[in-house]
């Protein structure tokens, strides 16, 4: 038997690392009873914000929305569409399979996270 990486692994790697890093993030779990749709399409798993006001006052803290999948994992237009959109606006967004995928979306916008 050999155990399989699932995103539930990732999103936890993720999210602890982005914690040690200062930066706050919050899973968000979608409950859709019998079929109904409850909230928007393409919602991330995490969402929250990075906290570079705490060294830089004058910086207010940046909102951080992150997809996470687990490596290979099917991309639905929503979620694509979902992160394009909050990036085009400003926040620090993306599609991650990996710590190194949030690492390198921050590093392109600026912020430098310790790996």
Do not use: M
Request: proline share 8%; aromatic share 10%; net charge positive.
């Amino acid at each position: 038997y050999e155990a399989q990486l699932t995103e539930e692994h990732v999103v936890k790697a993720i999210t602890q690392q982005l914690w040690l890093n200062n930066v706050k993030v919050w899973r968000i779990v979608e409950r859709i009873p019998w079929g109904r749709k409850t909230s928007t399409p393409g919602i991330p798993d995490l969402i929250g914000y990075a906290i570079e006001g705490s060294r830089f006052p004058d910086i207010p803290p940046c909102p951080v929305f992150i997809e996470v999948k687990k490596p290979g994992g099917r991309r639905r237009p929503a979620q694509e569409a979902f992160i394009a959109e909050v990036k085009a606006n400003g926040a620090i967004a993306c599609i991650a399979e990996s710590w190194e995928d949030v690492v390198a979306e921050f590093n392109r916008r600026g912020f430098s996270l310790k790996i």
